[in-house]
């Protein structure tokens, strides 16, 4: 069964300081990758995907992330944080053998310092 | 384009109650997906729904049971509610078909349990 860690619960960083947020999956064949943002009381918004081809994937907001096959990970970067970037952050992976279901880690709050 | 929405926002009801919680689907889209998201945790998959049949379950009992209609909104019923049932229930739309399509996610229903 697939399953996805983000090992970190908390991050805490300062305004203009840069970003990853760690996500390692288990999958048995090429995965179908997502970051998700939810603020507070919201839904899920869709920061990226990756589906396959380029392993960087640029997404919305100025995140990016990287799809490193060897080490199982699907890392989610900002070079530069913004106060409004406080959230939580959901990795998940899809299994279009399960009617596109996603499996989504535990996520990881981030929260940012004037 | 509208997108996903969900009703109601908010919702309490006791212990032993029945619940009925809805979800239009994005236009153009025929899968609906339910997902529960107890407090500090990620999205659990429920069911999904393609073109009015069940078409994927994740680990919840029967008690959750859910009806796609023919205008592709969805409606998951709940029995028996149990104190462990709090939580956001997220709806979430997409194509569907072979290839794998993004979910686009409702803003979510937030039920209490009492």
């Known amino acids: 069964a697939q399953s996805v860690t983000q090992p970190d619960i908390h991050i805490t960083v300062s305004e203009g300081a840069s970003l990853e947020l760690r996500c390692n999956y288990s999958y048995g064949a090429t995965p179908y990758l997502f970051w998700y943002v939810q603020s507070p009381g919201q839904g899920l918004q869709l920061l990226l995907k990756y589906f396959s081809g380029d392993t960087l994937v640029q997404g919305i907001k100025g995140f990016e992330a990287e799809f490193k096959r060897s080490q199982s990970s699907f890392n989610l970067r900002k070079p530069s944080v913004h106060w409004s970037d406080a959230a939580e952050y959901f990795c998940a992976v899809g299994d279009n053998n399960a009617g596109n279901m996603l499996t989504f880690g535990g996520g990881t709050r981030l929260m940012v310092k004037p | 384009e509208t997108g996903v929405t969900q009703s109601p926002t908010h919702l309490i009801k006791t212990r032993g109650q029945q619940v009925t919680l809805r979800c239009s689907s994005q236009?153009?889209?025929?899968?609906v997906s339910w997902y529960q998201q107890a407090l500090g945790q990620g999205p659990q998959f429920i069911f999904q729904?393609?073109?009015?049949?069940?078409?994927g379950r994740g680990n919840f009992p029967p008690r959750f049971s859910g009806l796609q209609f023919p205008n592709y909104s969805s409606e998951l019923n709940v029995n028996a509610l149990e104190l462990d049932d709090s939580a956001l229930y997220l709806c979430?739309?997409?194509?569907?078909?072979?290839?794998?399509?993004?979910?686009?996610f409702g803003p979510g229903t937030r039920l209490t349990v009492l």
């Open positions: 979430a739309s997409s194509r569907g078909g072979a290839d794998y399509n993004e979910q686009f």
């Open positions: 729904y393609y073109r009015e049949e069940e078409n």
């Open positions: 236009s153009g889209h025929n899968t």
